[in-house]
């Protein structure tokens, strides 16, 4: 089966940086799997996109060095198995909040008897390889997403679920329930945000996060995260038309960095 490089670079503690896509695009989605992101989550949360996207846009990161990731609306497991027959190698899924729900979520990754996938793996086989079936379950990463203040109270407990590869976790969404609010300084869900790091990094679980740009995902792996998010395609791209707008009109820009992360 062909690898997932993503678990090789973990294994090895070395930082993993993932792109990510709202934007239903495969030739996006091609030139961010060539830009030296180690993976490429697609974003069917918040990306303005469908599974046929989703699709479309898997087959494009197959052709580039990229690891195929999918960030699901919710904890749907038929919608998960889809997108896994569909050639995800990963699964972030949001607001997982209990042990129940992260042990559900583990169940639609796995083939039984570990888990509860059906058979029907489609594209999985032209995307992993023959064996397939035999070594999915090694191969595809069950990643639940952190971003509650339930899901900071139970992380020991979540934690705790066999066949968690690693926590993701949403910043802002933890910002919201925490703090009240998205806007810095949020000293209360930075706190959790750090308990959670530690809880995990006890554990030997690797974790991630989203963040807002390049300097910020670098103090993250600096703060002990594993694998990081530099900010989404739209970010990026309106950030480098605005900074081409105000270069061209000979203007200062005082905008920060794109906001637009989860």
């Known amino acids: 089966m062909r690898a997932n490089t993503v678990r090789t670079r973990l294994a090895a503690s070395e930082i993993v940086v993932n792109g990510w896509l709202s934007i239903g695009s495969a030739y996006s989605a091609e030139g961010v799997g060539h830009s030296g ?8 949360q918040h990306g303005m996109l469908e599974f046929g996207h989703a699709l479309s846009m898997m087959q494009a990161l197959s052709a ?19 997108l896994l027959d569909a050639g995800a190698y990963g699964i972030i899924c949001p607001m997982i909040s209990t042990p129940e729900q992260a042990a ?12 509860e996938r059906s058979f029907g793996p489609s594209r999985g086989l032209l995307y992993g390889g023959a064996d397939y079936l035999a070594r999915a379950d090694e191969t595809v990463m069950v990643i639940p ?3 509650t203040a339930e899901a900071v109270e139970r992380i020991e ?3 705790d679920v066999d066949g968690i590869d690693m926590i993701y976790v949403g910043p802002n969404d933890l910002a919201f329930a925490l703090d009240g609010h998205t806007n810095f300084p949020r000293p209360k869900s930075e706190a959790a945000l750090g308990d959670v790091l530690k809880a995990a990094t006890r554990r030997g679980i690797p974790a991630g996060i989203f963040c807002s740009s390049g300097e910020e995902a670098r103090k ?4 002990g995260f594993q694998l990081v ?18 270069v061209t ?11 637009h992360g989860y």
């Open 37 to 44: 992101v180690h993976c490429v989550t697609v974003d069917l």
């Open 104 to 115: 559900a979520l583990v169940a639609a990754c796995r083939y039984p008897p570990t888990g």
């Open 249 to 259: 009109l000979g203007e200062s820009n005082t905008e920060g960095a794109a906001t």
């Open 229 to 246: 998010t530099p900010g989404n395609d739209f970010g990026h791209l309106t950030k480098s038309m605005r900074d081409a707008v105000h």
């Open 220 to 223: 993250r792996a600096q703060q």
């Open 64 to 82: 580039t060095p990229a690891i195929p990731m999918v960030r699901v609306p919710s904890l749907d497991s038929a919608q998960i198995m889809h």
């Open 157 to 159: 407990e979540i934690l």
């Open 145 to 147: 997403m952190i971003e």
